[in-house]
């Protein structure tokens, strides 16, 4: 499978939640991509097995295959390109990054208002763990950022719980891809 730009962008679109459904008409809008160039990236990638259809009324509904298991690795591609994207954006706080990347084991995500990219002076930090992590009270007072850590045990994960549905719908994982990528798998 040759992943080229549009192939990514339009799988990107997928990387949120996992088994989103979305027709083509809207990834084509909020991509700003020609309509007939995402229908034949998207019959592609159904032939390679990658995505699944379902049709309803008049549109394709796409989402991803499940039972295909490169889909799991193809995720772990797109979720560190994001990382990658969301650390560019924010390069002037870097350090804050890596440090609580260095500070922890398990898996580390981002969520709320920096990884919707709606952030402001105000905001804090949100991240969520299952795991463990160092102190990191210097790095809030280092960077004048409040970070708010919720933490949880692996066995207390529940993808039905409205706060996790959250993090899933919208994050960035700065550690622990492949571990997160299968508990939400």
Do not use: C
């Not at 990834?27 to 990638?45: D, E, F, G, P, W």
């Not at 994207?85 to 981002?110: A, W």
């Not at 692996?154 to 719980?161: G, H, L, R, S, V």
């Amino acid at each position: 499978m040759l992943l080229n730009n549009n192939v990514f962008k339009i799988l990107s679109e997928f990387s949120g939640d996992y088994s989103k459904k979305i027709y083509g008409g809207k990834i084509a809008r909020k991509l700003k991509m020609n309509q007939k160039t995402v229908s034949n990236i998207l019959n592609s990638l159904e032939k390679q097995n990658i995505l699944k259809y379902s049709t309803e009324g008049k549109n394709k509904y796409y989402f991803l295959n499940k039972l295909n298991i490169q889909v799991p690795d193809l995720l772990k591609i797109i979720e560190i390109a994001r990382k990658n994207e969301f650390i560019k954006k924010y390069s002037n706080i870097k350090e804050l990054f890596v440090e609580l990347e260095k500070r922890s084991s398990g898996i580390l995500v981002i969520f709320g208002s920096y990884a919707n990219l709606t952030n402001n002076e105000k905001s804090d930090l949100d991240i969520f763990l299952i795991g463990k992590i160092k102190e990191f009270n210097e790095l809030e007072e280092k960077y004048h950022i409040k970070i708010n850590l919720i933490k949880l045990n692996k066995d207390k994960f529940n993808k039905e719980d409205i706060f996790i549905k959250e993090v899933i719908k919208n994050h960035i994982i700065l550690e622990g891809v492949e571990k997160f990528i299968e508990l939400i798998w």
